[in-house]
């Protein structure tokens, strides 16, 4: 549309009722430059494109709301969105549809009704869709288990841009004992930014699968899914920093690391934050 009419043009035929018109002024006041975003005014434009029957504007209507962005947060209210947008075809808010029913957000959890709207993204072409869905198929969720179904929906997934996809496939590859394809596919995951992939990366380094062992490789993959909130990481690095391993030795800052991973529910972690406690680390009395 922006190559065909003036934004002039585009405004005019928005203020007129174009549903497509204001949903495209609705993302220009959203993703336009520092003199032209105004978060506000794009959630108008998009609230009146939904009100039309705009199947993405209502999708980004559900984000809004889903997210707290300049709304109050509102998971029911997004969950209509989503729901009125996915049955308008859009896949991306099928995707959405799906979260919400796996995770229980804004409506009851129900797993199959989840796994009906991954189904339904998936076949769309949706990436993420076809990386949630493998997962199903690889657990047993509400379908028969199925590794050889949930390997093809990761590899068509990772095809179709899903970064989530790559850090399975790696899992899969690395289960199967190919150490070369999981390391190539843990390393794309963690420069993409996932911890989970970033730590078995490390992991990998420090084990010298796949790869020459290298410890430093090893300690900068941990520290980066220690950025991004890995708890595995958080405990790995408490232990080095506990025995002093390849690290100069500081239990108060093992302790630190042992307590950042149990707060997420960290099992291990617990155990040696209990043991450097009974060694006299961590608050004293006095500070608590």
Not at 236 to 254: C, I, K, N
Request: glycine share 10%; with cysteine.
């Amino acid at each position: 549309m922006a190559e065909q009419l003036s934004l002039v043009d585009i405004l005019h035929k928005a203020e007129k009722g174009d549903t497509e018109a204001q949903f495209y002024m609705g993302r220009y006041y959203m993703e336009g430059e520092e003199r032209t975003a105004d978060i506000a005014r794009a959630i108008r434009w998009f609230e009146m494109a939904a009100s039309g029957g705009h199947a993405e504007a209502k999708n980004y209507m559900g984000m809004f709301y889903y997210n707290g962005v300049t709304v109050e947060k509102d998971m029911e209210k997004a969950f209509s969105y989503f729901k009125e947008a996915a049955e308008k075809g859009s896949s991306s808010a099928a995707l959405n549809v799906a979260d919400c029913y796996e995770n229980g957000e804004g409506i009851s959890q129900d797993y199959e009704m989840a796994f009906y709207w991954y189904s339904k993204a998936a076949e769309a072409g949706n990436a993420e869709a076809q990386s949630s869905l493998g997962l199903f198929y690889e657990f047993g969720n509400v379908v028969d288990q199925d590794h050889d179904a949930a390997v093809k929906l990761f590899m068509t997934a990772a095809e179709n841009g899903s970064i989530s996809a790559k850090y399975h496939l790696a899992r899969h590859y690395y289960g199967q004992d190919d150490y070369r394809n999981a390391l190539r596919c843990y390393k794309q995951a963690a420069e993409s930014g996932i911890p989970a992939a970033a730590y078995e990366l490390g992991c990998m380094y420090d084990d010298g699968k796949g790869v020459d062992k290298d410890e430093e490789q090893a300690m900068h993959w941990y520290v980066e899914a220690l950025k991004g909130g890995d708890p595995d990481a958080a405990n790995t690095l408490g232990v080095r920093y506990m025995f002093g391993s390849g690290v100069d030795q500081d239990r108060e800052l093992a302790y630190r690391l042992f307590e950042t991973a149990a707060d997420q529910g960290h099992e291990i972690a617990m155990i040696n934050l209990q043991n450097l406690q009974e060694m006299g680390y961590g608050p004293k009395d006095e500070e608590v």
